[in-house]
T-cell receptor, first 116, second 113 residues
Framework: AQTVTQSQPEMSVQEAETVTLSCTYD???????LFWYKQPPSRQMILVIR??????QNATENRFSVNFQKAAKSFSLKISDSQLGDTAMYFC?????????????FGKGTRLSVIA | DAGVIQSPRHEVTEMGQEVTLRCKPI?????LFWYRQTMMRGLELLIY????????DSGMPEDRFSAKMPNASFSTLKIQPSEPRDSAVYFC???????????FGPGTRLLVL
């Protein structure tokens, strides 16, 4: 079974600074997807970024980028130029690819606070 | 697109009552997922459907929980009878296919007294 570990329960960052959230996962699969979801106080789950394991290039979405290290099974999220609206819970998630795939497996989350 | 729609957004009920949560997936999406979020256990998959057929219900806690998807645009999650430990936020998500990105609804916050 796949597991996802987020070792930082809480983090804080000053507005306009950069912060990196850690995520590691355990799997024997070679083909899979990794995700970061954001959950603000409204509790809506919002997709931040997605990475295909077969792609070597790290995914980026505006101020959000990932550092995907397949061999180390590490998938960290970097938020640049942090904004107050980035305050939220961030969940790392894993999905196996292919027929008979299992749906998302989530980590426990990291609570990020952006401080003015 | 309106996104995934869930109703009600909040539900307060008494122990022993039946609770029905509803979900409308994004039009054209063939896969639908029900998740439960609690402080203790985080986000857990309860059940998912593909083309209206339940594929994996191994996450359903017990027989008190049941889910249906009578058509491509509607699903229900029912708890009967409800218990205080069922208090949680219940999310519905949908995707084009099971392996595609899932998009979440706003969730239903359930409180069982």
């Amino acid at each position: 079974a796949q597991t996802v570990t987020q070792s930082q329960p809480e983090m804080s960052v000053q507005e306009a600074e950069t912060v990196t959230l850690s995520c590691t996962y355990d799997t024997s699969e070679s083909n899979y997807y990794l995700f970061w979801y954001k959950q603000p106080p409204s509790r809506q789950m919002i997709l931040v970024i997605r990475q295909e394991a077969y792609k070597q290039q790290n995914a980026t979405e505006n101020r959000f980028s990932v550092n995907f290290q397949k061999a180390a099974k590490s998938f960290s999220l970097k938020i640049s130029d942090s904004q107050l609206g980035d305050t939220a819970m961030y969940f790392c998630a894993f999905m196996k690819h292919g027929s008979g795939n299992t749906p998302l497996v989530f980590g426990k989350g990291t609570r990020l606070s952006v401080i003015a | 697109d309106a996104g995934v729609i869930q109703s009600p957004r909040h539900e307060v009920t008494e122990m022993g009552q039946e609770v029905t949560l509803r979900c409308k997936p994004i039009s054209g999406h063939n896969s639908l997922f029900w998740y439960r979020q609690t402080m203790m256990r985080g986000l857990e998959l309860l059940i998912y459907f593909n083309n209206n057929v339940p594929i994996d219900d191994s996450g359903m806690p017990e027989d008190r929980f049941s889910a249906k998807m009578p058509n491509a645009s509607f699903s229900t999650l029912k708890i009967q009878p409800s218990e205080p430990r069922d208090s949680a936020v219940y999310f519905c998500a949908s995707s084009l296919r099971p392996e595609e990105t899932q998009y979440f609804g706003p969730g239903t916050r359930l409180l069982v007294l």
